[in-house]
């Protein structure tokens, strides 16, 4: 056994790399005092447009006001039809629900654990057939890689509907050498602790190459701001990035390239030590993944987790059920047929320890505690 116990996520290794910078960085913030939209905001999102190559960055109060913001903007509402993998987190489909649009659950490729652009097709005919309009789809970069976005902006552009891709799991990834950000009609991230580029506290932020939505989305996220500062021109809502964790996330992002090279580092050595035991993750071609999650498919997933625990290697379950088979989310519509395969994974997924700072001597000891929890 290693001297400390093994953590799932290790924000503790990072913060002790950089703890002078980022006490460097909130004492400049009380310093000059400007706690709400402080230079260290503008900044960020000026780094955020560069990292990303994206031509307009907006920060925000969270990954869920990012999607509502963007669904807003475009006046999705009541009728809407808004199409989301039954196998994601609850916040991608919340949003459409919060406008009183509906969210229609599509299902996922079992590979990738991405949206399947087959069910999103079918999908559209069947919102069609019940009389909703197809206003907007959310493909979700679920664990860190890329949904097969190419794929699903043919239909939707066929078909005149909007994509927003939640990429609060897969910031930093990219997709034929293209930076997550640029894909879809906008893109948002999360800034939550535990995401790939975590703050101290809540943030989010929206992307998009579009100059006409990025000035609807900045006016949105300050009440409806205009140009008059009292004369608010739309329903909006307050949803800011806080100057502190914009001078965090500044420091964060300074080393945040070479955390993603430690993450495919850590990924690959699983995948070396895994694969034949276990059903280990696959990239799409031209792929790269933020590895938010490192998550096996396993059959006897609750016997393994559990000798897991015993050994002391701590793993997760995301999710535990698709959402559509949730209470607050079951009477809402899904494709016909359903979504077998987000039901299916759901019983079947186990995510391992993953974060940039795990060493490969505690990573053999995971795999070798996995290796025979999996064999047993
Ligand atoms: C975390 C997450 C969100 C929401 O982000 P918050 O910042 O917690 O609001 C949305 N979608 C997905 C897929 C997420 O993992």
Not at 99 to 106: I, N, S
Not at 358 to 365: F, I
Request: aromatic share 8%; charged share 20%; proline share 5%.
């Amino acid at each position: 056994m290693s001297a400390s116990p093994i953590q799932f996520i290790d924000l503790g290794a990072q913060q002790a790399l950089i703890r002078d910078k980022i006490d460097a960085a909130i004492a400049r913030v009380l310093d000059h005092g400007q706690y709400i939209m402080g230079p260290e905001v503008r900044e960020f999102e000026q780094q955020l447009q560069e990292f990303t190559g994206a031509s307009h960055a907006l920060g925000c109060a969270n990954g869920t006001d990012a999607l509502a913001i963007v669904l807003m903007a475009w006046g999705v509402g009541p009728g809407d039809a808004v199409f989301v993998p039954s196998f994601t987190y609850v916040a991608s489909a919340e949003v459409a629900g919060m406008l009183g649009a509906t969210p229609f659950f599509v299902d996922v490729i079992e590979e990738t654990f991405n949206i399947d652009p087959a069910s999103f097709e079918q999908a559209i005919e069947d919102a069609k057939a019940q009389g909703l309009n197809p206003a907007a789809v959310v493909p979700v970069d679920l664990f860190g890689q890329p949904a097969d976005a190419p794929a699903v902006q043919k239909i939707a552009d066929a078909h005149g509907i909007k994509v927003l891709v939640d990429a609060a799991q897969s910031f930093g990834a990219t997709l034929h050498n293209r930076r997550v950000g640029n894909w879809g009609h906008a893109t948002t991230t999360s800034f939550f602790p535990a995401k790939p580029l975590g703050c101290y506290g809540d943030g989010g932020a929206i992307f998009t190459n579009d100059a006409d939505l990025a000035k609807v989305m900045d006016s949105i996220r300050l009440h409806g701001k205009g140009r008059e500062k009292y004369d608010n021109v739309r329903i909006g809502m307050n949803s800011r990035l806080d100057t502190i964790q914009a001078a965090i996330l500044k420091e964060k992002l300074a080393i945040f390239p070479a955390e993603l090279e430690a993450r495919d580092r850590v990924a690959a050595r699983y995948t070396d030590a895994l694969e034949g035991i276990a059903r280990t993750p696959k990239l799409i071609d031209g792929a790269t993944s933020a590895w938010a999650q490192y998550t096996l498919i396993v059959e006897d997933r609750d016997a393994v987790q559990a000798k897991c625990k015993e050994a002391g290697v701590p793993t997760m379950i995301y999710y535990p059920m698709a959402l559509s088979q949730q209470t607050g989310y079951k009477h809402y519509p899904a494709v016909s047929g359903g979504t077998p395969v987000s039901h299916s994974l759901s019983g079947r997924v186990l995510s391992v320890p993953m974060h940039p700072y795990l060493e490969g001597s505690v990573q053999r000891e995971i795999t070798s505690i996995l290796g025979s929890a999996l064999s047993s």
